[in-house]
């Protein structure tokens, strides 16, 4: 059974930096597209970033683009969300989520083309 487990969340203050983690179990990590979404408070779940099988494309979401790197380390099967000059804004539950298909991307943006996703870390930026 596929299991991902996030960590790395936290409470911190406009500007900072956190770096989410996300450890992918019961099967390997390479080979799959793996993603970011995260849901605010009241809010609908959205997309965040993706980052293919081999970790050569990435993307995302218009609102973190230039602040959030999302990378991979297949030999660690982790996944990683490097989130700078955080804003109140990014305040949200974070969650991975991988797809079920190898060499698969698809419409990544639509969270029904990910069956696996992990419990989620909590990220809150105090402004």
């Known amino acids: 059974q596929v299991q991902l487990a996030e960590s790395g969340g936290g409470l911190v203050q406009t500007g900072d930096s956190l770096r989410l983690s996300c450890t992918v179990s019961?099967?390997?990590?390479?080979?799959?597209?793996m993603s970011w979404f995260r849901q605010a408070p009241s809010k609908e779940r959205e997309f965040v970033a993706v980052?293919?099988?081999?970790?050569?494309?990435?993307a995302y979401a218009a609102s973190v683009r230039g602040r959030f790197t999302i990378s991979r380390d297949n030999a660690k099967n982790t996944v990683f969300l490097q989130m700078n000059n955080l804003k109140a804004d990014d305040t949200a539950d974070y969650y991975c989520?991988?797809?079920?298909?190898?060499?698969?991307?698809?419409?990544?943006?639509?969270?029904?083309?990910?069956?696996?996703w992990g419990q989620g870390t909590q990220v809150i930026v105090s402004s």
């Open positions: 989520a991988t797809q079920r298909w190898m060499y698969a991307m698809g419409a990544y943006t639509d969270g029904n083309q990910y069956p696996y």
């Open positions: 019961g099967r390997t990590s390479n080979g799959y597209t």
């Open positions: 980052i293919n099988w081999s970790g050569n494309v990435t």
